[in-house]
């Protein structure tokens, strides 16, 4: 099974690709090209650099074709408030009466640092499919704590997988 991605994740993989090829490829064969017209490569640090970043890209370019090959592709199908993918929902820790607002979104663009919880993280199960109003148990290793989820929206801002 491969990675869980929306159509807006699949786009954003193809633009990314497209870039790579596109962009980078040609600029890093010109910087190979320029640094082999400097004589002596096994001295040139140029050389190696651009051939290393020329792998780089070629690696990654393999690495998100794989992805979109193999992505099962995930639609959002629940209710405006319900807690569902790229939705804003803040949540209050119960025992801490500490609130916290994030991002509901698939694991490709999870980031716990951002506020981003992917689906399949502990929070993540536990809120998916909850409403205004109810409270979750999100289980941990060492027991876990409820949530009680405050507000459910919808939200279309654009976060980036990844940058070239």
Partial sequence: ????????????????????????????????????????RSENFEYYAAKKANGENNS???????????????????DEDEVGLNKLVEVCNTARD???????????????????????????????GHRKGDIVHVSTPSGGFDLKVISVKKDDSNDDIRAY
């Fill in 98 to 128: 500490k609130t916290d607002t994030y991002k509901i979104v698939t694991p490709i663009r999870g980031d716990s640092l951002k506020k981003r919880i992917s689906i399949e993280s502990p929070i993540g199960k536990a809120l998916f």
């Fill in 60 to 78: 990654r370019i393999e690495y998100l074709e794989h992805m979109l090959k193999t992505a099962v592709v995930m639609e959002d199908h629940s």
């Fill in 1 to 40: 099974m491969g990675e869980k991605l929306t159509k807006d994740d699949i786009r954003k993989i193809e633009e990314e690709i497209e870039h790579r090829k596109l962009v980078l490829r040609p600029q890093i064969t010109k910087e190979i090209a320029a640094a082999a017209a400097m004589g002596d």
